[in-house]
């Protein structure tokens, strides 16, 4: 491993080296309904060592890992499953248990349940015990009455008086960020709702570029948090704007920062077989998700740390490293640098499983096909052409694994390039030209003519 660019072609064939550690073995934070198959702890997670963070006013104190209800459990692999409330209770109550205090949700997470099932958990417990966060989700509908029914129905869902920490969901740029919040008088009411004890603390999550940001910085509003995409990849090779540039900003305006995308939608916890074989030489007992968590964390003005969790095996893993955080060493930095770079050679799609792209018009399961795609990735199934060494292995693989995941009406060559998808995506994913690339992808596999 050197700082030199590799090829797809070499990159690839080092993924089919054979590497004992596979991805599917290592932690995931992601849509996994299935637990550990090989828990790379055995220690028991401290009840009373959880790391905590403070706002800037001094007012809230706030743990370091934050719980995100994006997904919930549910009965099955199936999206379309009912929620498993036992299990979700019981991950609610565990994270309690452990110091955990932020929950985060929207109106627009896990098919619009999230924020119902989230308030109806916590409400089983003492009110100061737990942050509330949830955000502003006006994509479709910019009128003021539709944000402010929005706004209330949040309160409501969430059986409480007062919401701690309220975002304006996915500001993109300046154009659809002054019409669902500025032209409207809803940046104005929030403000209000700020001064009345009603909202704690008023943010907003960055998706944009550096004019949407300078825009959303010029609005004379004492921002009291911005909410980033931030993990050791995007670091210093995110898109439009690197993280570190992001952060460096707020960081000077005296601006805390919440951490969303960790583990880059589960791919940092599911990395391809030669880089978790690095994690793992570098430290056996740490799970890969954990060197992200790390990494986030070590950052001094994060304030909290958002970790969808499904599973408890996911939530004790993070308990484990931010009781307490063990930060970051500068070789330990310059080590997940070199991953980085590494890893943005490689061809993934950066699909995050956020479904937003979701339902397709047409019934593409759009999710499932760029999922499907990088575990063959991965795994070192993606062959470039008929002459490669491991090219009937790749094939069989990729096929079987595309037959499994995605229904055959549902499939990428179904695709009519209709476009919905495009400005949904907060990773900015040409997902028709993706559709157009792996539907030709699977048919010369068919055809045997790649």
């Known amino acids: ?38 828990d790379p702890s055995t220690e028991e997670a401290p009840t009373d060592k959880m790391e905590y963070r403070t706002s800037p006013d001094g007012r809230t104190r706030v743990s370091l890992l934050g719980f995100g209800a994006m997904r919930l459990p549910r009965f099955g692999d199936d999206e379309q499953a009912p929620v498993n409330r036992q299990r979700f209770d019981r991950l609610v109550d565990y994270a309690l248990q452990h110091g955990v205090n932020y929950f985060d949700t929207a109106p627009e997470y896990s098919r619009g349940e999230s924020e119902r099932i989230v308030g109806e958990s916590l409400h089983r417990h003492e009110r100061h015990r737990y942050l509330l966060a949830t955000k502003l989700s006006n994509f479709d509908d910019h009128s003021r009455e539709y ?33 669902r919040f500025v032209d409207n008088g809803m940046l104005d009411f929030l403000v209000g709702e700020r001064n009345e004890g009603r909202i704690g603390h008023l943010g907003w999550v960055c998706r944009g570029d550096a004019d949407t940001f300078d825009y959303m910085m010029s609005l ?28 460096n900003e707020l960081t ?90 590494t890893y943005a050679t490689h061809p993934l799609i950066p699909c995050i499983a956020c479904h937003r792209c979701m339902p397709c018009p047409y019934g593409i399961d759009i999710v499932a096909i760029l999922r499907s795609y990088n575990k063959c990735v991965n795994e ?53 030209a993706m559709m157009v690339r792996i539907g030709k992808y699977v048919e010369a596999l068919k055809q045997d003519t790649l």
């Open 1 to 38: 491993m050197n700082n030199k660019p590799i090829s797809r072609r070499n990159f690839l064939k080092l993924l089919g080296g054979g590497i004992a550690v596979t991805a599917s073995s290592l932690y995931g934070c992601d849509t996994l309904t299935r637990p550990l198959t090989d």
């Open 147 to 179: 944000a402010l029914a929005m706004y209330r129905q949040s309160l409501a869902n969430l059986q409480t008086d007062h919401i701690d920490f309220y975002a304006l969901q996915e500001v993109k740029d300046r154009k659809s960020a002054k019409s």
């Open 252 to 341: 000077q305006r005296g601006i805390p920062v919440i951490v969303t995308e960790t583990l880059l939608g589960s791919n940092l916890a599911q990395l391809p077989d030669m880089l978790a074989a690095r994690l793992k030489e570098k430290s056996p007992r740490r799970s890969a998700a954990s060197w992200a968590f790390r990494f986030a964390g070590s950052l001094p003005n994060v304030l909290t740390v958002l970790s969808n969790m499904t599973h408890k095996e996911h939530i004790r893993d993070n308990v484990i490293t931010y009781s307490p955080l063990q930060p970051c060493s500068p070789r330990e930095l310059d080590f997940l640098e070199e991953i980085a770079r």
């Open 220 to 247: 004379g509003v004492k921002w009291d948090f911005v909410e980033l995409p931030l993990n050791y990849c995007d670091w210093r090779h995110g898109e439009p704007l690197t993280a570190e540039y992001l952060y």
């Open 380 to 432: 070192g199934n993606i062959a470039s052409s008929t002459r490669d060494e491991n090219y009937r292995k790749a094939r069989k693989a990729f096929l079987v694994n595309y037959a499994r995941k995605v229904a055959p009406r549902q499939q990428a060559d179904h695709c009519l390039l209709c476009g919905e998808c495009v400005p949904k995506c907060p990773r900015r994913i040409k997902i028709p």
